[in-house]
């Protein structure tokens, strides 16, 4: 089968996008937590490749070079500035490298830039810096050939019109995600369906939100913002309990934890008594897609298996479908004849 482009797939139904490459290279042992700077691609590549390889198999029709947070400024606080550009060039080439081993339809492989963390509304200075970082990245994802870029995790709107402005002046796609913190509209002031509408009529292919939130308190805004624009929508929670109190990851209460973490808060290290399990994500999935979201996937946090929950409650089938759960052989909860009827009437006490 010939390799539809990001609108085509769009326009014929549901594409799953999977993230949250940090965490998970992170938990792997691959990636250090505090500074998060991607340099897996350089100094680990069969890890990367296998992360972006599993992900793939979940049902990701997208395979997101990881970049994230490998910008100029990243680089240049860990001392590595000399490696800005090696690392982001590799991560998107063994993307692409893995794409192409799809066995039905060759993935799309996405570039990704995100929030610089240096933007400053009131300095126009940071502005032009933010703009000539993501220009630089911008030009190696064209130079290597993405289909795509996903500019996501923006928190103030002005931030993602930036990046929505080199994107297009690259000539490429955009998907274009925001992401919001506690105090539930864009730092600068717009609401995210404001922000989604004005990013659309720009030229966005794709607007909606990633991060910070889990599906409780991301899916409110996603209905919000489906009610304001009329092109793609996005959206790629993280999978943990966010609630109406603690909407965002930052600062999510864990009550039964029993001893003293190094940090203020859960996040980002002890997150992980949060979770919302795969079928509670799997129900999440069917109301977004109800509600118009066609870029579907997860971020911060996301495994495999809860990638192939989101690909299979929207109707589609993952490479590793096979390999969902299905108990009719399992000694406890088992339909099989052959299993033994003492273990059998042992289920629920256990
Ligand atoms: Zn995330």
Same mark, same amino acid.
Request: proline letters at 5%; a negative charge.
């Given at each position: ?34 500074? $998060?700077? *991607?340099?897996?691609?350089? &100094? ?10 599993? $992900? ?24 590595? !500035? ?23 339809? !060759? ?40 289909? $795509? ?23 490429? *796609? ?37 991060? $910070?939130?889990?599906? @409780?308190?991301?899916? *409110? ?15 790629? *929670? ?5 609630? &109406? ?18 940090? &203020? ?14 079928? !509670?994500?799997?129900?999440? @999935?069917?109301?977004?897609?109800? @509600? ?59």
């Amino acid at each position: 089968m010939a390799k539809r482009s990001l609108a085509e797939r769009l326009n014929d139904g549901t594409v799953i996008v999977a993230e949250g490459y940090l965490f998970e290279l992170e938990r792997r042992g691959y990636l250090q937590a505090g500074s $998060f700077v *991607p340099e897996v691609s350089l &100094e680990n590549p069969e890890v990367l490749k296998s992360v972006y390889r599993d $992900f793939m198999y979940a049902g990701s029709d997208v395979v997101l070079a990881f970049t994230y947070n490998a910008h100029r400024e990243k680089m240049r606080i860990i001392g590595k !500035e000399d490696q800005l550009e090696p690392l982001n060039r590799q991560a998107i080439r063994l993307a692409k490298e893995v794409a192409a081993e799809h066995p039905n339809e !060759e993935a799309l492989v996405a570039g990704n830039i995100s929030n610089t963390n240096i933007f400053d509304p009131e300095d126009p200075q940071s502005k032009e810096d933010v703009r000539m970082m993501f220009r630089e990245m911008i030009g190696w994802c064209k130079e290597e050939g993405v289909d $795509f870029i996903a500019g996501e995790t923006f928190y103030y709107h002005e931030e993602a019109m930036i990046a929505l402005e080199e994107i297009l002046a690259a000539d490429l *796609p955009a998907a274009i995600m925001l992401a919001m913190m506690g105090e539930n509209q864009m730092r600068d002031g717009y609401s995210v369906e404001e922000s989604c509408k004005i990013l659309e009529d720009a030229g966005a292919l794709v607007v909606g939100m990633n991060c $910070f939130r889990g599906p @409780a308190t991301m899916q *409110p805004y996603i209905e919000k913002i489906a009610k304001t624009v009329k092109g793609h929508l996005g959206a790629l *929670p993280v999978p943990y309990r966010t609630t &109406e109190e603690h909407p965002t990851f930052f600062n999510l209460p864990d009550e039964g934890c029993t001893c003293c973490i190094p940090t &203020e808060t859960t996040f980002p290290t002890s997150l992980d008594p949060l979770y919302v399990n795969r079928y !509670e994500i799997a129900e999440w @999935a069917k109301e977004a897609k109800a @509600a118009g979201v066609n870029y579907i996937g997860l971020c911060c946090g996301a495994s495999p298996a809860m990638i192939r929950s989101v690909t299979e409650a929207v109707g589609l089938e993952a490479i590793n479908s096979r390999y969902s759960p299905d108990m009719q052989k399992h000694f406890l909860f088992g339909s099989d004849d052959t299993l033994k009827q003492h273990n059998q009437a042992y289920r629920g006490k256990a």
